[in-house]
């Protein structure tokens, strides 16, 4: 298991959520010291977390094409609407890391996205630009889920990846829960790209029939 030093939690403040279709939720923002990677991730403490007996907790990757801006080749801005419902009704945290493009930044995401135009899928369009497939090191959430006092999570993701690298760092993982499968003919083949380089819990048959 890997050590970690420590954070602590920098300032709180409530701030009332409001999202596209309507769905709105009172949620507490939290800031944090001493984060390895000098980032400014956020903790959104969601519904009574302590209430419940283990709280739901996403490790969300901001992505402003698609938490923002609404992009349809992905299924990022789907997947944090769905998880913020899911965490409230639930009690929990949604971790929201500053890990664009899978840690490669938004302006080498968009050059992948233009290699993914000639026919690339997600991962081959990082590595042909000399990046990692996925770069992102949890290790600053982890961080952050201990300066929370946050001892077992059910970890809502799709990513074993996240999973194992939280269970490294002495997280305890009582369970993984998967999202649902937010699929369009836009972001088809960059989920099947996720199914097969790195092993995400997506039922390629509910993707039958969208490629048209």
Do not use: W
Request: charged residues 25%.
């Amino acid at each position: 298991m890997t050590v970690i030093p420590e954070a602590t939690v920098r300032t709180r403040v409530r701030v009332p959520l409001r999202f596209g279709d309507g769905y709105s939720v009172d949620s507490e923002l939290v800031t944090f010291h001493g984060l390895v990677d000098g980032q400014e991730h956020l903790a959104v403490v969601l519904g009574e977390p302590h209430a419940a007996e283990t709280p739901l907790v996403r490790l969300h990757s901001e992505c402003l094409t698609g938490d923002v801006f609404g992009s349809a080749r992905c299924d990022c801005g789907p997947q944090l609407r769905e998880a913020v419902e899911r965490i409230a009704h639930r009690g929990g945290y949604l971790l929201y890391l500053r890990q664009e493009g899978r840690g490669i930044g938004l302006y080498n995401k968009l050059d992948a996205y233009a290699l993914q135009d000639q026919g690339y899928d997600t991962y081959e369009a990082n590595a042909a630009l000399g990046l990692p497939e996925d770069g992102r090191d949890y290790t600053a959430a982890a961080q952050m889920l201990a300066a929370l006092g946050v001892g077992s999570v059910d970890l809502l993701s799709n990513n074993p990846d996240k999973a194992e690298q939280l269970r490294e760092l002495g997280v305890p993982i009582r369970d993984r829960v998967p999202t649902g499968v937010h699929a369009t003919r836009h972001n088809l083949r960059y989920l099947r790209a996720k199914v097969e380089h790195t092993q995400h819990t997506i039922t390629l048959d509910s993707l039958t029939g969208l490629a048209g």
